[in-house]
């Protein structure tokens, strides 16, 4: 029984070793695709967090990208006739693409300029963006069909889905642009959800 023991465990262990076909023509594939998929969206993070002005996180991000980048790629030297190695490199690839905007979609860092052209009286919509914290400059100018007022407001990023929604509701069929904006100082940004809530519940009384 030891002995059987003995044979399965190096079994196992060749299946890891470089001249192994399961591991050249599987594992190691495999392997590469995901340092891909990993370094990419390192690297997408990073672009994103030089653009936006993040000059200390952008640097570490950029430390680890490099030296998964250079695993796989000393892999692939390593295995030139592997062509399933090539084509999970150029999938990893394109996939760490994908993956690095949708991890930036879901982390919102950074602030963001909305224009607002509306399409008709904008009294209700902006009494709502004042009551949610929204900071807003309004000025008026001359668009195809007539004078309309232009309403911007830079918001973080995390906020710009309940911006829309309020656009959509107040104001249906808006006209709206949406910019990143890679550095503001002061301003007026609406507080977090729970402080609201907060001061909602425990904050000063008005007095009647």
Do not use: C
């Amino acid at each position: 029984m030891q002995h059987h023991s003995i044979n399965e465990n190096m079994d196992i262990s060749a299946i890891f070793q470089g001249d192994s076909w399961a591991f050249t023509w599987v594992i190691l594939p495999i392997l590469i695709f995901l340092a891909r998929i990993t370094d990419q969206s390192i690297g997408t993070l990073r672009l994103i967090f030089v653009a936006k002005g993040f000059k200390y996180l952008a640097p570490v991000v950029g430390f680890f990208e490099s030296i998964i980048w250079l695993i796989a790629v000393s892999q692939i030297m390593q295995h030139l006739d592997n062509w399933i190695a090539f084509v999970a490199y150029g999938s990893g690839f394109a996939m760490g693409n994908y993956f690095g905007m949708v991890l930036e979609e879901k982390i919102s860092i950074g602030k963001v300029l909305v224009r607002i052209i509306p399409k008709k009286d904008t009294t209700e919509l902006m009494l709502r963006m004042k009551e949610e914290n929204y900071g807003m400059t309004t000025t008026d100018a001359m668009g195809a069909n007539g004078p309309v007022k232009v309403i911007m407001s830079i918001i973080n990023r995390k906020d710009l889905h309940n911006l829309i929604l309020l656009i959509n509701h107040f104001n249906p069929n808006a006209f709206y642009t949406i910019e990143d904006v890679k550095s503001v100082k002061e301003g007026v940004f609406p507080m977090p959800a729970r402080r609201r809530l907060l001061r909602k519940n425990f904050g000063p009384k008005k007095v009647k």
